[in-house]
């Protein structure tokens, strides 16, 4: 339709203009809103504008009110939340940029694809900083695989496959993440993709890898802006939009709100950049991704307090005949929006024209405060861009506890048979072959962690990964982490949870925490039961990160992952990244020599409730999840650094999900050597003693020699440590209170814990 024949329709026929407000995912009151910010009607381009930037993928206008709780500045932030990635400093002139986001959507429809863009998105994300991609890390959910789930099937194949896909080519390592399967997300997977980057922490260039720090603003009267990367195409029009409602028949049919990627255009677009950048000529930069032209130039534009007058004839475009509509809410991939200093254009163009790209000015920095579009001479979009980048409405949900809580929370472990002795090996290789526990191995071997020659510690061995920093002496390691049960039976304990294991897993390689990102998956915000859920989980992660003294630097927040089958778990998922002192020695969950002393750091509860126990041996996902002890977990954290520092510890392994036994046995796998346990309790269940999720607690193994540098770092940071056992050959065994309950071979139990997954997928 034409822009005069809309605002003729918007007038004048109230029904018509309801049903174009329902596909544009406004409300009456908003478009009211929008009335009054302009003064008039909007056009049909400028309502489509305000339709993406006020989502809830862009505008966070459920959830503004909770990220408030999150601590966001601290010792190490350059740069908190506002950017396109958050920054934080790793000392020697040098910092480190990094992000998560959600791609669950599109990777819902179309999950090759979903998914490969989700990873592009995310590293352009960091490269817009002026930081040099590193590593990627991920965290999925999916519901359950098997033969009896071929679309469930498909979907994992194909978003494991677009991330593989996006990552090796692109040239940047997957280095980390998990997987869990629940039917939680049967109908509504979830694909969270992470970055990590280098940059420069001050002006002074310290190694000719890495560049200055960009921010993404549009400053300075006269300057231009230029349009790099790839042509537009109608790919992925409305997709933040798209994004921000749940999940239909409907909403499966909107292929084109899924964008389609290419990793070889963007590696030449982030050396461009990168190259660019370091010019110094660049006052401004950002990725266009979820909203494209409009959020691009409506951001950069906000954060500067300017205006920017775009002619959209200018525009590279893929497709003949599209509209200034089209091209301001394409999400094609692979484009960025640039501003240099005024003179200095040829500079620029030089650059991307030398890379194969386009370097086109498409606009320039002009007085006042509104965003222009034109076209063929004519202005279709003349709006304040702050109105669109920051002005929409912002809503305080109503909150109700969600009816199922007290009957899961209430249920009496105490009541249920405790464990036979007899059944602890099968118990053992069931926890094993499960696929939340089961080796992941299928997936990261299609990932390529090696590239650019900084993987330290690859997947599928440690806690965490760990990279070294070309150009320095410094070592990073990084992980996700999120146990999204724990957050459905209690979403204050699952937010705080997610947070304490990656910290957790990050003092298993020695490292120290110096930032944090989060990526919040939640269903429909406007349903009291849900937005209540989402606050006590943001509650936890906030009070989790003052006690780690932690800062959330960056993020994102997804709702509506929902369908008509029901929500999602709550499943706030944290990106956690730390710094390793330079003499500090590799670490691995592996045993390392047979003779070593293995110890349990942490002390063991009764707690049952939310384990994969209670879920493969009595089919519950009931009972309190495993309590947070902020000062225990602190305790072990300060342990486990200091003792892999002093070159005290052989090996360390956290205990979570499976409990004790799932992780020594882990560690047995990993290692190809065998363990020889033996524990005494009188005063633990015996399924509580080999598989409670009790938090706070890793094992650790030892040289016998160290064992009186071992006892004195115990008593200095006061944890409780248990001798439980010694490493050996080959044999896997466990005796409790004198009794034989496990003798089983490493090839049994290797067997149980890597193929469990592939055997799921090939119906064998």
């Known amino acids: 339709m034409t822009e005069l024949d809309f605002k003729q ?80 400093d790793i000392g020697n002139g040098l910092a480190l940029s990094f992000k998560i986001e959600s791609h ?98 001050g002006n002074e260039p310290v190694d000719k890898l890495y560049g200055p720090i960009v921010r993404g603003k549009a400053a300075g009267i006269g300057n231009k802006v230029l349009y790099v990367g790839a042509d537009t195409g109608r790919d992925g029009i409305h997709g933040a939009t798209f994004a921000s409602v749940e999940i239909s028949k409907e909403t499966e049919e909107k292929r084109s709100s899924v964008q389609v990627g290419d990793p070889f255009k963007e590696k030449v677009l982030l050396e461009a950049c990168l190259e660019l950048i370091k010019t110094g000529i660049v006052v401004g930069m950002q990725d266009m991704g979820a909203a494209g032209l409009t959020s691009s130039t409506s951001e950069m534009a906000s954060r500067s307090n300017s205006g920017i007058d775009m002619y959209l004839d200018k525009v590279p475009q893929r497709e003949k005949n599209m509209t200034p ?109 499960t696929p939340n526990i089961a080796s992941k191995r299928c997936v990261y071997e299609q990932y390529d962690h090696m590239v650019q020659t900084n993987t330290s510690v690859a997947p599928g061995i440690a806690d965490a990964a760990v990279l070294r920093v070309k150009g320095s002496d410094k070592k990073i390691a990084m992980t996700t982490d999120c146990n999204a049960r724990y957050a459905y039976l209690d979403p204050y304990t699952g937010g705080a949870a997610a947070m304490a294991e990656a910290v957790r897993n990050l003092a298993c390689v020695g490292a120290r925490p110096i930032g944090a990102t989060d990526c919040l998956n939640f269903a429909n915000p406007e349903k009291p039961e849900n937005f209540w ?48 002192e330079p003499h500090t020695p590799r670490i691995t969950a592996q045993f390392q020599n047979v003779g070593d002393l293995i110890f349990q750091i942490g002390e063991t509860s009764n707690a049952l409730g939310g384990t994969e126990y209670l879920k493969i041996q009595h089919d519950m996902e009931l009972g309190f999840p495993p309590h947070i002890d902020f000062e225990k977990e602190k305790q072990l954290q300060e342990f486990l650094i200091n003792s892999i520092e002093q070159c005290v510890l052989s ?16 560690s047995a796998i990993l ?3 065998g363990a020889e346990i033996q524990l005494m309790s009188n005063k633990l269940r015996l399924d509580a003693l080999l598989f409670a999720e009790t938090q706070a607690r890793a094992i650790v193994t030892i040289s016998p020699d160290k064992l009186a540098d071992f006892q004195k770092l115990v008593a200095k940071y006061g944890v409780s440590a248990q001798s439980i056992g010694k490493v050996v050959d080959s044999s896997f065994t466990v005796t409790t209170n004198g009794t034989k309950i496990v003798d089983l071979s490493l090839e049994k139990i290797a067997d149980k814990y890597y193929n469990a997954i592939p055997k799921l997928l090939s119906g064998k």
């Open 671 to 673: 290692s190809d050597k």
């Open 325 to 433: 509509y089209e091209m301001l809410l394409s999400e094609s991939q692979e484009r960025m929006v640039v501003i240099v200093e005024k003179g200095k254009e040829q500079i620029a163009y030089d650059i991307f024209q030398r890379w194969g790209l386009h370097a086109v000015e498409i606009g320039e920095i002009v007085e006042g405060d509104k965003l222009r579009c034109i076209f063929q001479g004519e202005i279709v979009a003349e709006v304040p861009a702050r109105s669109l980048a920051d002005d929409a409405p912002v809503y305080e949900c109503e909150e109700t506890e969600p009816y199922y809580l007290q009957q899961v929370q209430e249920v009496k472990i105490e009541t249920l048979s405790d464990l036979d002795k007899a059944q602890t090996e099968t118990v053992l290789l069931k926890l094993l072959s």
């Open 9 to 88: 329709t918007i007038a004048d026929t109230k029904a018509f203009s309801k049903k174009v407000l329902k596909e544009h995912g406004l409300t009456d009151a908003e478009y009211k809103r929008i009335h009054k910010i302009l003064g008039r009607h909007p056009t049909i381009t400028e309502l489509g504008m305000y339709s993406v930037l006020w989502s809830e993928h862009c505008s966070y206008k459920h959830s503004k009110p909770l990220l408030k709780m999150f601590p966001t500045t601290g010792k190490y932030v350059l740069q908190g939340p506002g950017e396109n990635a958050g920054i934080v």
């Open 651 to 666: 090996s360390a392994h956290d205990l979570s999900e499976g409990g004790l036994l799932t992780a020594l046995a882990e």
């Open 104 to 201: 669950n959507h599109p990777s819902a429809v179309e999950p090759y694809q979903g998914a490969a863009t989700g990873v592009g998105g995310i590293i352009r994300d960091i490269f817009t900083m002026g930081a040099r991609p590193i590593a990627s890390l991920n965290s999925l959910r999916f519901g359950s695989i098997g033969q009896d789930n071929p679309r469930m099937n498909y979907l994992f194949n194909g978003v494991v496959g677009g991330i593989a896909g996006y990552g090796n080519c692109i040239g940047i390592p997957t280095v980390a993440g998990e997987i869990y399967f629940s039917d939680s997300y049967g109908t509504n997977i979830l694909v969270n993709a992470m970055c990590v980057g280098v940059v420069q922490s």
């Open 533 to 580: 859920s989402m606050r006590r989980a943001c509650q936890g992660i906030a009070d989790a990160c003052r006690a780690f003294e932690t800062a959330i630097i960056s993020g994102n927040v997804s709702m509506y992952n929902e369908s008509a089958l029901g929500p999602i778990y709550p499943t706030p998922v944290i990106g956690l990244v730390g710094v390793i």
